[in-house]
């Protein structure tokens, strides 16, 4: 008897939380896209009838299909989708379909014939000097000291750790050291599911004593280090999200968290640390991540590089 795809994919998710232990975010991308895949294929009810034809039409259908973004007077028509997320949809579903080959559920994953878009990514990731100071004046201005102090920190901390959110909302008071000036990242709350440790700089140390001294004078107790603003407990996923849209209403900088990861790459590039070291204080496990984030760079941040050259060799 066929077992249905929905079934199959039910079984490959939880073999992905309970076995391989995925992240929960590496896991809702790989629900979003097969989401996606049985919306507009519905008639595709089991593996058997996966095949390179029909990858085509539901790829042919992501790119020309008009849908609808937005609300109220804010509802615009778009056409098609971009190619990076045609890009995540084929990575996603490319390893569901492994999965199902790997078990005998169907003879052939149906994109190893269908070659991956190739993605050139030229759009600005990294945060300019002066975006980054009208964030810090945006924290700033609000009243309550405590919250402040926290925004600054975390601020701070992003811009000179280059964290994951993840890796922000896991963090624990015990996981900042201010006598040897070191932070913690475990693996439980990284990517790599590796610990790593990375040097405190001397300004966010200064950010880091202002926030905990005030946190220790309004006797908070919880384990994580950046508290959530109606209570004594950690930030949380809907939290920080709600503090980046106040951030970037206040700031009038529109702006998502992980640029301030790729704005920390780009920075530590220009101070010319290598990718090896870049690589290291990232978390990645393949150098070839972080070349991603580095494509912010300008031919004018490259350019002291090559004023380096001379003609004695």
């Known amino acids: 008897m066929k ?15 309970y076995s391989t232990q995925l992240r929960p975010e590496t896991i809702r991308g790989y629900r979003e896209s097969f989401r996606h895949f049985s919306n507009l294929m519905p008639d595709v009810v089991s593996a058997d009838l996966l095949s390179p034809e029909i990858m085509t039409k539901f790829f042919k259908t992501l790119q020309t299909r008009v849908r609808f973004v937005g609300y109220g007077n804010n509802r615009v028509e778009k056409v098609g989708v971009k190619a990076s997320t045609i890009k995540t949809y084929w990575s996603k579903l490319h390893s569901f379909f492994e999965w199902l080959h790997n078990r005998g559920h169907i003879e052939i994953n149906p994109l190893v014939r269908l070659k991956a878009p190739e993605v050139e990514y030229n759009d600005k990731k990294a ?3 002066e975006e980054f100071h009208q964030l810090i004046a945006a924290a700033m201005s609000q009243s309550n000291i405590l919250l402040c102090k926290r925004d600054l920190a975390m601020i701070f901390i992003l811009y000179f750790c280059g964290l994951r959110k993840g890796e922000l909302l896991g963090m624990r008071m015990a996981d900042v050291d201010m006598i040897r000036f070191v932070i913690t990242v475990r693996g439980e709350t990284s990517k790599s599911k590796r610990d790593r440790l990375l040097p405190i700089h001397r300004k966010l140390a200064m950010h880091l004593e202002d926030y905990l001294k005030e946190r220790i004078k309004l006797k908070y107790k919880t384990e994580k280090l950046f508290v959530a603003s109606n209570g004594d407990h950690g930030l949380t996923t809907h939290g920080l999200k709600h503090w980046v849209k106040r951030l970037s209403g206040l700031s009038g900088v529109k702006f998502h ?3 301030l990861r790729h704005t920390f790459a780009c920075n530590m590039a220009r101070t010319g640390s290598g990718v090896i070291v870049l690589q290291r204080l990232m978390g990645h496990t393949d150098p070839r991540m972080t070349q991603r984030y580095l494509r912010s760079l300008t031919v004018e941040d490259l350019r002291g590089d090559i004023d380096k050259l001379t003609i004695d060799i």
């Open 127 to 129: 945060l300019s000097g």
């Open 257 to 259: 968290l992980h640029q």
């Open 3 to 17: 077992k249905n795809l929905q079934n199959l994919f039910g079984e490959y998710v939880d073999e992905c939380r």
